[in-house]
Every structure is written in structure tokens, then in C-alpha cells.
């Protein structure tokens, strides 16, 4: 079993910030990637921003140079700094994580996903 759990959102003002965390546990054995994705009422889900093992960041070009992602891999977890936040970036924010399991091998592959966190933001 796996979990996968966000923390972080609430409610800001435009050109705030926010600090969204996700921590990842269970019988996880190695991971790959973790990311950002957000999504709105009666929109697709977009890609925020993704990091894999080697350090290597993808942002999604609305949010590049006011969102920032890291990670801690000794504590499964990754990071999603936003500053300058923007009435369009309200959306429930959900982590990904890629990853092997305990017992499956190194070429099995799983994607997990948390529930998400709200993030609205106010003009």
C-alpha cells in the first residue's frame, strides 16, 4: 500500500504565496519523479511542474519564474513553492509520484496520486 498525501493549500491574496507539500509512504521502493498537476471544474488536469530522481525540473510555462519544485528524497516529499500567485492559478493541486514497489521488481513502474489541495486565490 501506498500513500500519497498534499498539504499547504488555503486562501490567498493576489501576488501572494504559498508553500504546497507531498509526502509519499508505504512500500514505496525507489521513486523516479514527483510532480504537480492542477485541475479545474470542467478543465483537463495540466502539469504544474515535475522532478525526477537527478534533479532535472519541467514547468509548465504559465507558472515558470513564480513556481518553484523540490524535493527531499530522504523524506519522500516533494515541494511546490508559488509566489506571485494569480487569480488563475486556483485549482485543487494533486502530487504524482512514479515509482517501483517492494516485491514487483525494478521494471514495474507504478503512478500514484494523492487527493489533492485547494488553492484558490482572490484579486
Known amino acids: 500500500q501506498v500513500q500519497v498525501v498534499e498539504s499547504g493549500g488555503g486562501l490567498v491574496q493576489a501576488g501572494g504565496s504559498l508553500r504546497l507539500s507531498c509526502v509519499a509512504s508505504?512500500?514505496?521502493?525507489?521513486?523516479?519523479?514527483m510532480g504537480w498537476y492542477r485541475q479545474t471544474p470542467g478543465k483537463q488536469r495540466e502539469l504544474v511542474a515535475t522532478?525526477?530522481?537527478?534533479?532535472?525540473?519541467n514547468y509548465a510555462d504559465s507558472v515558470k519564474g513564480r513556481f518553484t519544485i523540490s524535493r527531499d528524497n530522504a523524506k519522500n516529499t516533494v515541494y511546490l513553492q508559488m509566489n506571485s500567485l494569480k487569480p488563475e492559478d486556483t485549482a485543487v493541486y494533486c502530487c504524482?509520484?512514479?515509482?517501483?514497489?517492494?516485491?514487483?521488481?525494478?521494471?514495474?513502474?507504478?503512478?500514484?496520486w494523492g487527493q489533492g489541495t485547494q488553492v484558490t486565490v482572490s484579486s
Open positions: 508505504g512500500s514505496i521502493a525507489s521513486i523516479n519523479g
Open positions: 504524482n509520484v512514479q515509482g517501483t514497489k517492494y516485491g514487483f521488481g525494478s521494471s514495474a513502474v507504478f503512478s500514484w
Open positions: 522532478i525526477i530522481s537527478g534533479g532535472n525540473t
